[in-house]
């Protein structure tokens, strides 16, 4: 059965780091697009960032690029996002996704395209 889970996050203070993982089973990663999305209480589910498996191109939210990059590794059917210098905006539950296409344009756009999320893990940045 496929299953997407995340894991990695936690509390850490303003200006540190943390890496989140998405371990896939059932699917591959393969010829697809993996994205990150996020949401913080009474706010809006918003794309983070999102990485075309075929070719390892990514997008990123204004907000976020610079500070987070997101890479995979096939050998261990995971997606990970590497977090740096994180801001008391990014405290949020976050989430990964799996879609068998291309990233769509827009990072966050057509979250309906996605077949396949995880449950969420919890990144709280503060002091």
């Known amino acids: ?14 200006g540190g780091s943390l890496t989140l993982s998405c371990a896939a089973s059932g699917i591959t990663l393969d010829f697809s697009a993996v994205a990150w999305f996020r949401q913080a209480p009474g706010k809006e589910r918003e794309g ?32 990970y996002l590497q977090m740096n210098s994180l801001k008391r905006e990014d405290t949020a539950v976050y989430f ?23 449950r969420g893990t919890q990144v709280t940045v503060s002091s």
């Open 48 to 79: 983070v960032s999102c990485i075309s498996t075929d070719d390892d191109s990514t997008d990123y939210a204004t907000s976020v690029r610079g500070r987070f990059t997101i890479s995979r590794d096939d050998a261990r059917n995971t997606v």
């Open 96 to 118: 990964c996704a799996w879609q068998s296409s291309r990233c769509p344009p827009g990072i966050g756009s057509y979250p309906d395209s996605y077949d396949f999320w995880g």
């Open 1 to 14: 059965q496929v299953q997407l889970v995340e894991s990695g996050g936690g509390l850490v203070q303003p």
